[in-house]
């Protein structure tokens, strides 16, 4: 079955950067794009951009723009999410997810979640 | 972006009664509206695609309705395992986004 693997719980200082990591199984990983969202404490979901596994192309929210970088590795299935300059507003749990069929934007397959703590 | 207004923000029933939960989109987004659940600490679960599609394995006392720029979620028969938040999501645009949320709690 279809499994999103996130990397564990990030603390980092204001200013910081810090890569989430999203490891996918169950399927042809280049076949689905993945995108990245994010969820504030007791907040709404909010989506941060998605990436193209089989190329390099990638698209990001304005508000991300220039603060965020997604990647891909073919060899491991693993997609990142690489977020800078650090503010405490960015203090979310991160979630990469999978759509639920083709370039669809519905999204049937989650990751577990990374919470991003940013405090001095 | 296009902005999704979803009503009420919380609301209190009782097991088995019917629950409906409102989306309005900013500007018309056809039926590129999905529904999803979500339970604390957990990732959302996709209830409903395409405004009225039921996702797989997800129980028939869900629906979904409504098209243009105002959506419904339906659960019927309310079950122990629906108290949670609701979000809808806008597909329409790549930029996709969420309502704020409604939580569904126990009277």
């Known amino acids: 079955q279809v499994q999103l693997v996130q990397s564990g719980t990030e603390v980092k200082k204001p200013g910081a950067s810090v890569k989430v990591s999203c490891e996918a199984t169950?399927?042809?990983?280049?076949?689905?794009?993945i995108h990245w969202l994010r969820q504030a404490p007791g907040q709404g979901l909010e989506w941060m951009g998605i990436i193209n596994p089989s190329g390099v192309s990638t698209s990001y929210a304005q508000k991300f723009q220039g603060r965020v970088t997604m990647t891909r590795d073919t060899s491991t299935s693993t997609v990142y999410m690489e977020l800078s300059s650090l503010r405490s507003e960015d203090t979310a749990v991160y979630y990469c997810?999978?759509?639920?069929?083709?370039?669809?934007?519905?999204?049937?397959?989650w990751g577990q979640g990374t919470l991003v703590t940013v405090s001095s | 972006d296009i902005q999704m207004t979803q009503s009420p923000s919380s609301l209190s029933a009782s097991v088995g009664d019917r629950v409906t939960i409102t989306c309005r989109a900013s500007q018309s987004i056809s039926n590129y509206l999905n529904w999803y659940q979500q339970k604390s600490g957990k990732a959302p679960n996709l209830l409903i695609y395409?405004?009225?599609s039921l996702q797989s394995g997800v129980p028939s006392r869900f629906s979904g309705s409504g098209s243009g720029t105002d959506f419904t979620l339906t659960i019927t028969n309310l079950q122990p395992e629906d108290f949670a938040t609701y979000f809808c999501q806008q597909s329409y645009d790549v930029a996709v986004t969420f309502g704020g949320g409604t939580k569904v709690e126990i009277k």
């Open positions: 997810a999978r759509p639920r069929v083709g370039d669809t934007r519905d999204f049937e397959n």
């Open positions: 395409a405004a009225s």
């Open positions: 169950g399927y042809t990983f280049t076949s689905s794009h």
